[in-house]
């Protein structure tokens, strides 16, 4: 069987998406590469094709730094389960690497939604492991939220099961949004969370571009104390998922945190949604990295894990050299 490559329109690129029933995440959805195309990148809807059926799709986002320019491919790309085979992946590998060429870049980025048993697929066609961290989840936490909240609450460890009790008896409660005051609320407590935990955030107006793009989509979680707000969960929405996107909050001895969680759970279910997405954890026996206590947390509302590919990577020029020197050392510095 052969197939066509090439570039689609948004609107075939986004039926495509809402319809696919396989493994996905919200990085290959038309809202996502919009969101990207508002902070200046260049976006690639791709289609796979065979006897002129659309049966696969990629968003390629064109990355441009000081010191490089790539092509990343995040989650994807997405094919029919039927179709999805070694000879449809080598056939966009060999695409992909042809439209790299073409347009000048150093090198090409690729994080598939595959196990990682097919990495000889990938160094075949003289990929290599990137040599950066989680670029997108790799470890995935996916709790299934098609039973009735009960049978959730009994499948969370006991703990989690307690705290989230615990939030209607202490009377927490959480408003729910997508307006500029919410945003207001959880930059507030994003801000606390940078200043604790020592990393670099997001500029605030690119949440806020986030939020536009996405619209009903992305909603805001926040739980007050009295009169206050403790902690906020920015959660995003399709078809099939709830997704938890960023979170932060500030010490309280209450459950303020089970109570976005819970609230966004919730709100899933009301939307129809099979899955909530924890997004990114870490072993439970990598005690000293620095998301094992929120990775904790997220495994304690029940669920399985997902493990995906290691990003790859295929160098271009010279200068994949010294971007994966840099990346190497940012990783290092971090406590990756």
């Given at each position: 069987?052969?197939?066509?490559?090439?570039?689609?329109?948004?609107?075939?690129?986004?039926?495509?998406?809402?319809?696919?029933?396989?493994?996905?995440?919200?990085?290959?959805?038309?809202?996502?590469?919009?969101?990207?195309?508002?902070?200046?990148?260049?976006?690639?809807?791709?289609?796979?094709?065979?006897?002129?059926?659309?049966?696969?799709?990629?968003?390629?986002?064109?990355?441009?730094?000081?010191?490089?320019?790539?092509?990343?491919?995040?989650?994807?790309?997405?094919?029919?389960?039927e179709l999805d085979t070694d000879k449809v992946w080598k056939s966009f590998l060999d695409f992909y690497k042809h439209f790299g060429k073409e347009r000048g870049v150093d090198f090409l980025r690729i994080s598939p939604l595959l196990s990682p048993d097919k990495k000889p697929l990938f160094c075949q066609k003289?990929?290599?492991?990137?040599?950066?961290?989680l670029v997108n989840p790799e470890k995935n936490w996916i709790l299934d939220i098609t039973e009735d909240l009960e049978v959730i609450l009994s499948n969370m460890k006991k703990s989690t099961r307690y705290e989230v009790r615990q939030i209607d008896k202490k009377g927490l409660t959480v408003k729910q949004g997508?307006?500029?005051?919410?945003?207001?609320?959880?930059?507030?407590?994003?801000?606390?969370?940078?200043?604790?935990?020592?990393?670099?955030?997001?500029?605030?107006?690119?949440?806020?571009?986030?939020?536009?793009?996405?619209?009903?989509?992305?909603?805001?979680?926040?739980?007050?104390?009295?009169?206050?707000?403790?902690?906020?969960?920015?959660?995003?929405?399709?078809?099939?998922?709830?997704?938890?996107?960023?979170?932060?909050?500030?010490?309280?001895?209450?459950?303020?945190?089970?109570?976005?969680?819970?609230?966004?759970?919730?709100?899933?279910?009301?939307?129809?949604?099979?899955?909530?997405?924890?997004?990114?954890?870490?072993?439970?026996?990598?005690?000293?990295?620095?998301?094992?206590?929120?990775?904790?947390?997220?495994?304690?509302?029940?669920?399985?894990?997902?493990?995906?590919?290691?990003?790859?990577?295929?160098?271009?020029?010279?200068?994949?050299?010294?971007?994966?020197?840099?990346?190497?050392?940012?990783?290092?510095?971090?406590?990756?």
């Amino acid at each position: 069987m052969n197939y066509t490559i090439k570039i689609v329109d948004k609107a075939d690129f986004d039926r495509f998406y809402k319809a696919f029933k396989g493994r996905k995440t919200f990085l290959q959805s038309v809202a996502y590469g919009q969101f990207r195309e508002a902070l200046g990148e260049t976006i690639f809807y791709i289609g796979i094709f065979s006897d002129q059926k659309l049966v696969g799709i990629s968003l390629l986002q064109k990355v441009t730094t000081r010191l490089k320019t790539f092509l990343h491919i995040p989650h994807g790309p997405l094919i029919m389960e039927e179709l999805d085979t070694d000879k449809v992946w080598k056939s966009f590998l060999d695409f992909y690497k042809h439209f790299g060429k073409e347009r000048g870049v150093d090198f090409l980025r690729i994080s598939p939604l595959l196990s990682p048993d097919k990495k000889p697929l990938f160094c075949q066609k003289g990929f290599v492991d990137a040599p950066v961290h989680l670029v997108n989840p790799e470890k995935n936490w996916i709790l299934d939220i098609t039973e009735d909240l009960e049978v959730i609450l009994s499948n969370m460890k006991k703990s989690t099961r307690y705290e989230v009790r615990q939030i209607d008896k202490k009377g927490l409660t959480v408003k729910q949004g997508n307006a500029e005051e919410d945003l207001d609320i959880f930059w507030k407590l994003h801000l606390e969370t940078v200043k604790r935990q020592k990393f670099t955030p997001f500029p605030k107006a690119n949440t806020a571009k986030e939020m536009a793009i996405f619209g009903d989509d992305c909603q805001i979680f926040s739980t007050m104390v009295k009169d206050d707000y403790y902690s906020a969960s920015i959660i995003i929405f399709d078809d099939t998922a709830a997704y938890y996107h960023q979170g932060a909050s500030r010490y309280s001895k209450l459950p303020v945190a089970h109570a976005t969680i819970w609230a966004a759970i919730k709100e899933a279910k009301k939307r129809g949604c099979r899955y909530f997405n924890f997004w990114g954890v870490v072993s439970d026996t990598d005690k000293k990295h620095p998301w094992y206590g929120l990775s904790r947390f997220k495994r304690g509302f029940g669920g399985y894990e997902e493990n995906y590919l290691h990003c790859q990577d295929y160098p271009l020029t010279f200068k994949y050299r010294i971007s994966a020197f840099i990346e190497k050392y940012r990783k290092w510095k971090r406590g990756y």
